[in-house]
């Protein structure tokens, strides 16, 4: 299982190239299912999440091919096989995207319940409550959903809480039913308006994407398109938070700091310079940063995923920050590892208490999931000595080229096999 070793105390200094997100390229990818033609994603990110994904279209029956500049060219038209397995599901939970188009267009679908993960329960009944809403019949059998449905109905949907990858496949089942679809309670996260652009960019009549009413006029067949993926706003954070850890000054290009102000205000908080230009975002972070206190909420609040990320940083600013996680039931279990590293951090239920201390000594780490992984990189980058970061398998699920990215930074970094 490869690792990474970390050498701490060097400020991150220079530019670096933000990919494509991963948390769009998914559900995009889930899109081609929707039709016979060809669909074409730039900007698309080399990462283990989006290989697991072009292995679960291809068992599928969808030729994928993806070459060495990031272009991903789907074709769906010889769609057989609607089955998503558990052994990719349990790999990654995003696979439940493919539900909502495989039982719009193909008529019937089986796909693996995703079970817990680490950072939580997560179930998808939102997802099965809107399926149903339009027509289709599902049972849950032997750990497998299947749905049917002859053809999908337009229904009005009002979700019971904001769910980001509910509302992607609520969205994409409505594309091609017959009649309207009205979701309450979308999920408004700069993704979902991805995915929504790329949907009319096929032939998919989407109002409202951004809001939380999105509105869908089905259609009776979509076509192909092609639509270049949005820049990774928890990449583009990673990677601020790791600035202002280490005292560094840093050019991030290919990005956009429209879709992270909630991270931004907080980085200013935390004393962070920042400026924007269109397709830019620099920090320069002088002196010790200042801790902050944060809540995670939906979009536009603050991302649940950056808020492993942030934790590293308090434990190393001045002052006492509370963190408070109210998506995911479990999303603490970086504050253990962090404490090895020497960070002074209380939890109790859904509520951390950092203490910043003035450094942190590296040790061996382990990464539970992808965002803590990034915590514990972000630490390892600042501690004293050295910091191995173990089963960063995780990290490699979302983050392209990171070892890559922090060394052109100035980081001494490198992965141990
Ligand atoms: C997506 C992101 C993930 C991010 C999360 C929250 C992708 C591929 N993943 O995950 O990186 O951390 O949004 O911003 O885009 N829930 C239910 N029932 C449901 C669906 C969700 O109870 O049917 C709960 C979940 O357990 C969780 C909350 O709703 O507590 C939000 O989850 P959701 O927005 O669905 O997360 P994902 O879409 O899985």
Redesign the pocket.
């Given at each position: 299982m490869d690792k990474l070793a970390i050498q701490g105390g060097a400020a991150l200094r220079g530019e670096v190239r933000i990919s494509g997100a991963?948390?769009a390229a998914?559900?995009l990818m889930c899109a081609a299912l929707l039709t016979r033609d060809p669909l074409r994603l730039t900007n698309v990110p080399h990462l283990r999440d989006v290989s697991t994904m072009v292995r679960l279209l291809a068992q599928m029956g969808v030729a994928a091919t993806l070459d060495d500049r990031g272009a991903l060219a789907l074709d769906a038209s010889g769609l057989g096989n609607p089955v998503a397995p558990y052994d990719l599901v349990k790999t990654m939970?995003?696979s439940i995207?493919v539900l909502g188009p495989l039982v719009a267009r193909h008529g019937e679908a089986r796909v693996s319940l995703p079970g817990g993960c680490a950072i939580?329960?997560?179930?998808?009944?939102?997802?099965?409550k809107g399926l149903t809403a339009m027509g289709a019949e599902i049972a849950v059998e032997h750990g497998y959903i299947h749905a049917k449905a002859k053809r999908l109905k337009g229904a009005r949907i009002f979700m019971d809480?904001?769910?980001?990858?509910?509302t992607e496949n609520l969205m994409m089942a409505a594309a091609l039913a017959e009649g309207t679809t009205v979701l309450e309670n979308a999920?408004r996260?700069p993704?979902v308006v991805d995915l929504a652009n790329c949907l009319a960019a096929m032939g998919a009549r989407v109002t409202g994407a951004g809001s939380d009413v999105i509105v869908i006029e089905g259609v009776e067949r979509l076509s192909g398109a092609a639509h270049r993926i949005m820049p990774d706003r928890i990449e583009t954070g990673t990677f601020l938070v790791a600035a202002a850890a280490t005292g560094g000054e840093v050019r991030l290009t290919g990005t956009d700091g429209t879709y992270l102000e909630a991270v931004l205000e907080k980085l200013r908080e935390a004393g962070a310079e920042l400026a924007e230009e269109p397709g830019t975002i620099s920090i320069a972070m002088r002196g010790r940063p200042r801790s902050v206190n944060l809540r995670t909420a939906?979009y536009p609040a603050f991302?649940?995923?950056m808020q492993a990320q942030f934790m590293a940083l308090d434990a190393v600013a001045e002052g006492t920050g509370v963190i408070t996680e109210t998506?995911?039931?479990n999303r603490f279990m970086h504050a253990i590892e962090l404490q090895r590293l020497g960070a002074n951090i209380e939890t109790s239920g859904n509520t951390a208490v950092v203490k910043g201390v003035a450094k942190l000594d590296g040790a061996t780490v382990m990464a539970t999931d992808l965002r803590a992984s990034a915590s514990l990189v972000v630490a390892g980058l600042v501690a004293q000595g050295e910091t191995v970061v173990d089963r960063i398998y995780h990290l490699d699920r979302g983050y392209e080229a990171i070892e890559e990215k922090l060394s052109k930074l100035g980081a001494r970094i490198r992965r141990v096999r």
């Open positions: 991963k948390n998914l559900p939970r995003a995207l939580g329960l997560r179930p998808v009944d939102q997802h099965l809480l904001v769910t980001v990858t509910g999920a996260e993704e939906p991302p649940t995923d998506i995911f039931e």
